[in-house]
């Protein structure tokens, strides 16, 4: 008795568990995609390497944002030993004060992170420059914030 109505219990869990399953392929799925674009990702190429750049908003905003930089060689393996500054800057505007910051960005299991504080609404130009040994290259890359 007890265990017959354990037995349908644990059938009738059986669609209940299907259901959330195919919830869940589908969240992972096409769906997937559509929550990766809570992120802005731009890709440029800095001499050889690839560089995929991830902002955590988008559109970047006033304030702080939090910035990856994923770069790889043409093996598609990281470089070792790179240094990775940031320089981030307004183009000149009238009336405007400067605003050019240059930061290193460290690297975090992956990827090279770095918090990067954007003071006005409008275009942001960022200068990622990668230094391996003796050798720099960088790619530029071009934000809107609001
Ligand atoms: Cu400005």
């Given at each position: 008795?007890?265990?017959?109505?354990?037995?349908?219990?644990?059938?009738?869990?059986v669609p209940?568990l299907a259901?959330?399953?195919?919830?869940?392929l589908v969240?992972?799925g096409p769906?997937?995609?559509r929550a990766?674009?809570?992120?802005?990702?731009l890709?440029?190429?800095?001499?050889?390497?690839?560089?995929?750049?991830?902002?955590?908003?988008?559109?970047?905003?006033?304030?702080?944002n939090?910035?990856?930089?994923?770069?790889?060689?043409?093996s598609?393996?990281?470089?070792?030993?790179?240094?990775v500054?940031?320089?981030?800057?307004?183009?000149?505007?009238?009336?405007?004060?400067p605003?050019?910051?240059?930061?290193?960005?460290k690297l975090?299991?992956?990827?090279y992170?770095?918090?990067?504080?954007?003071?006005?609404?409008g275009?942001?130009?960022l200068?990622?420059?990668i230094?391996?040994?003796?050798?720099?290259?960088?790619a530029?890359?071009?934000?809107?914030?609001?």
């Open positions: 008795m007890l265990n017959g109505e354990t037995n349908r219990g644990a059938r009738r869990k209940a259901a959330a399953v195919l919830a869940g969240l992972a769906w997937a995609g990766g674009a809570a992120a802005l990702e890709k440029k190429k800095a001499g050889l390497y690839d560089v995929v750049l991830r902002l955590d908003r988008n559109p970047p905003v006033v304030g702080d939090a910035l990856e930089l994923r770069i790889t060689d043409p598609g393996a990281a470089p070792s030993g790179a240094k500054l940031v320089n981030y800057y307004m183009p000149p505007m009238p009336r405007m004060a605003m050019n910051y240059k930061s290193e960005a975090k299991k992956d990827a992170a770095l918090r990067m504080r954007l003071i006005m609404a275009p942001w130009v200068i990622v420059r230094t391996v040994g003796d050798k720099t290259t960088s530029r890359f071009h934000i809107d914030a609001l």
